[in-house]
């Protein structure tokens, strides 16, 4: 079984300030990591995913996250916020092999002027 | 453009009227995914297909049914809608299945049943 737990439903930050949205996850293999991104009436955008290489993952638009095993986390963060990030994020878990993904409840980024 | 699209975006219709949600891709993926995306639950995998005329269940399949007689084409297909599958569908492809490998997303269809 997996799951994925996004800690913060909301996070609001100001415009150039850093941005940090949280990811616990739970799997019992080596899982595959990914974030998403979705824009208001938009579908999803992949960011960045994590596939058992580098545990620090460099995405799209200044994003990375880093990969840490023993806390079975995978965070989100961006050194400054700009204005054209405030979307909705979703952490999602998948297994190496087969079909599951397994998606969090997302965090709405709010980006103040 | 490499794109999947579906239809259509917004459909409101009443409780027992069938419907079809309609999903193509132009990227030759063999692998398509339905999801349902409602408020703080995330996306839920409603089916998937690993290639033609390959189907299966994903997390909440109920009231739902899907085919796949072409690569392209997976459309979502409501028998007999219910005011609880009111919500916001997303159709994705994947050139194969597994962790390894990007989803792209549709641009998303909005259910309402009354």
């Known amino acids: 079984a997996q799951s994925v737990t996004q800690l913060d439903s909301h996070v609001s930050v100001s415009e150039g300030t850093p941005v940090l949205l949280r990811c616990n996850y739970s799997s019992s293999y080596s899982p595959s990591l990914f974030w998403y991104v979705q824009h208001p009436n938009k579908g999803l955008q992949l960011l960045l995913k994590y596939t058992s290489a580098a545990t620090l993952v460099k995405g799209i638009n200044g994003f990375e996250a880093e990969f840490k095993k023993s806390e079975t986390s995978f965070h989100l963060t961006k050194p400054s916020a700009h204005m054209s990030d405030a979307a909705e994020y979703f952490c999602v878990v998948s297994r190496n092999a087969g079909n599951m993904l397994t998606f969090g409840g997302g965090t709405r980024l709010m980006v103040k002027p | 453009e490499a794109q999947v699209t579906q239809n259509p975006r917004y459909l409101i219709t009443v409780t027992g009227k069938k419907l079809t949600v309609t999903c193509s891709q132009n990227m030759n993926h063999e692998y398509m995914s339905w999801y349902r995306q409602d408020p703080g639950l995330g996306l839920r995998q409603i089916y998937y297909s690993m290639n033609v005329e390959v189907t299966d269940k994903g997390d909440v399949p109920e009231g739902y049914k899907v085919s796949r007689k072409e690569k392209r084409n997976f459309p979502l297909i409501l028998e007999s809608p219910s005011p609880n599958q009111t919500s916001l569908y997303f159709c994705?492809?994947?050139?194969?299945?597994?962790?390894?490998?990007?989803?792209?997303f549709g641009p998303g269809t909005r259910l309402t049943v009354t």
């Open positions: 994705a492809s994947s050139l194969g299945a597994g962790g390894n490998y990007e989803q792209y």
